[in-house]
């Protein structure tokens, strides 16, 4: 690689890789992408996504961002197109929460998109592949070249041993699973503070075939509560691409969602509402039920480091992980991308201090994500990593009154719906306007069944196999 020709090499073709690369073909003259899986060439899972059959939503902030990063290739559209659902956070969805049912109003509230996490990862990399001259190449990166002041490149696996691949910026974006403590160590940079809060939380995950005429029906969603000593339980009918429900179960230590296909749908009805085992079970399964346990919360603190080398970020999965639960990671990433943008605009590829900029900066959306995962997560039985403190305590009975107020106050759910959809900060919270509908409370009495149309609760009663 000539000294004039700058080459940036991202580890990762997930959502956090690509979403990098993109940035950074319009700041080098190379970018190439590094990816130990076989990529599909269509949607299709592969085996680096450990959470990749179970419900995947993206958030308004998210989406918002990605548009942004990949300007002229609407992802939006493009996943309209191929079968997404957009829904309505204030008129498509029926959830219960632990503090009663959420009013569905006429106003439609900010959106999200609903598909598999294959569709969204093959979308947004053939955007990339589309507008860029991004090149994917698989190939395993085994650590870092060069030192504590400055990363010049990756090492490979290769047949005979180890192959290097000089580079002017690298990427870490290898997710979950990123060794990027143990390169920074080969590096001699150490004293990484790393942090797990592990629910022992378990996703259950099945696809049916949406029901005839029940192609509209709204994302229905049962909460885990995390405030009551029991395990935490859970459940969802996720519309997704293909004419296909996503059934997505998930229960804390103590409380797993099982594998078998039968205990799968009494599971559904035990939850503290049965609407999500009425619906499915008059609806056709299509698949086997898909089990993962990889949903702790973890976060390696590498913005604390006193010294970064130049050349180096570590982005996404790769910095923190968080319970899919919460429907934060892919929005993260996004964020972190568009912070890379901003910066690669503000100082040149060439910016001293550039890296260490960037991972200070990508710190804020991590620890927003984090303090909404692990507030929530402390709460349940035989959690490990954390407890709940003074600070818990005083946050979650705020939290509580708030969404205690959401379910009969426009005000309050609006207030919650822009920082659930990761639009704002949580700042937004504590608005004046916010606080004064948190201090009267609901306005309406709580729903004492789920907000159905006529037309929606006989769908249900036609499906339900139950007696319910």
Known sequence: MSPTHRRAVVIGAGLAGMLAAAVLSDAVDEVVVLERDTLPERPEHRRGLPQGRHAHLLMAGGLAALEELIPGESIRRRLLAAGAREISLGRDMVVLTPEGWFRRWRHEGPTMLSCTRALLDWTVRSAVLARTGVEIRKVQAVGLTGDARRVRGVRLAAPAGEEELDAHFVVDASGRGSRVVTWLRELGITGVRERTVDAGQVNATRLYRTPAGAEQFPLTMVQSDPYGGRPGRSGMVLPVENGQWMVSLAGTRGGEPPSDPEKFLRYALDLPSPIVGRLVSGAEPLTDVYVSRSTSNVRRYLERLPHWPEGFVALGDAIATFNPTYGQGMSVAAFHARLLGEELRRLGPDGPGLARRVQRGAAGPVTMA????????????????????????????????????????????AALWDVTSMRTGPGRLLRPDTLLAVLNGPLLPPLPAPPLTPDERKILQALDRTGG
Do not use: I, K
């Not at 349940?380 to 379910?407: C, K, M």
């Open 370 to 413: 984090w303090t909404a995962a692990v507030g929530q997560d402390v709460w349940y039985p035989d959690v490990r990593g954390a407890r709940p403190g003074l600070a818990d305590r005083l946050v979650t009975a705020y939290s509580r009154r708030l969404t205690r107020t959401a379910t009969g106050s426009y005000r309050a759910a």
